[in-house]
């Protein structure tokens, strides 16, 4: 009898200290971001910076100078790109070579970092700087230290993995939202990363509807509505759900905003946008915030 008493109590012991394991577990720390970035609120910037700040003389995009430069004048959060060399270092780049935004040429995955770093940083009018391509690491602690958002856009040559790990690597969970562009990606990023904030393609009340029968929580979701205006009805739906909703006006939409007047930002915001996606940000920042 005392043996089967035992017993009892140890496995009772050890019961409890799974069920106490598995609810710790199940405690996941979410970003930061997920509460800030809700419709009903407004206190997030409400413009985003296209690959960190292009058309800027001096200033190349996705460079930590370029994020410096365009934070000391505006509330921002930051688009950027994640590469990957040759030896497995993430870099911020948006093309798969390096011929465009620097005084070097060839594809990042075919060389090392140390290859990178004899070569300047050019602007979009070919004028070479001093600067050099950063390291994913360099932003994220930068961006840390200085308390700037950062939207991540994974090339499709990097596993997205390897970024969510370095993010993770850093503490940087509470600055960055993950960007997807369909809903299958939106599904692989939430089983790796549940507790962020993903930036999801919904430029339709479709687009939408295939997201929702994923069953990812609509708090983990900020919406990018596309680079052209969708009906006032898909915004008012997105926010409904308290869902944030981002325009891109980069392309088009800006060259409109320049030939008839930065008002057009004003009245895109008016319609539901609450954040502008923009190779403008000065002037789109300027339109929205007088």
């Not at 308390?147 to 040559?157: A, F, Q």
């Not at 390897?162 to 503490?171: F, G, H, P």
């Not at 759900?241 to 939409?253: A, D, E, R, S």
């Not at 915001?269 to 929205?288: C, E, H, L, N, V």
């Amino acid at each position: 009898m005392k043996n089967i008493f035992l017993i009892f109590v140890v496995f009772s012991f050890f019961s409890c200290n799974k069920l106490t394991a598995q609810k710790v577990s199940a405690e996941v720390h979410h970003s930061k971001l997920i509460e800030l970035f809700k419709a009903s609120e407004n206190n997030y910037p409400n413009i985003s910076v296209h690959r960190g700040g292009k058309g800027l003389v001096d200033y190349p995009e996705n460079s930590l100078e370029v994020l410096q430069y365009v934070s000391d004048s505006i509330s921002a959060i930051y688009e950027i790109d994640v590469a990957q060399t040759k030896d497995g270092h993430l870099v911020l780049m948006h093309d798969n070579s390096i011929d465009r935004t620097t005084t070097g040429s060839g594809k990042v995955s075919d060389l090392t970092y140390d290859e990178l770093l004899k070569f300047n940083m050019v602007d979009d009018y070919g004028n070479e700087t001093k600067f050099k391509i950063p390291l994913f690491s360099e932003i994220l602690a930068w961006s840390k230290e200085n308390n700037v958002i950062l939207t991540v856009d994974i090339k499709p040559s990097v596993s997205t993995e390897v970024v969510i790990d370095a993010i993770r690597e850093a503490s940087a969970e509470d600055i960055c939202i993950i960007i997807t562009y369909d809903v299958e990606e939106t599904k692989m990023v939430y089983e790796l990363a549940s507790d962020l904030l993903i930036s999801v393609s919904a430029r339709s009340n479709e687009e939408f509807d295939r997201l929702l029968e994923t069953k990812i929580p609509t708090n983990n979701m900020i919406a990018f509505t596309g680079t052209r205006l969708s009906d006032v009805s898909l915004f008012k739906r997105l926010h409904d759900y308290n869902i944030v909703c981002m325009l891109g006006t980069i392309g088009n939409l800006d060259k409109s905003a320049e030939a008839k007047g930065e008002k057009l930002y004003a009245k895109w915001k008016k319609m539901g946008i609450d954040i502008i996606a923009t190779d403008r940000p000065f002037a789109a920042f300027g339109a929205i915030n007088m």
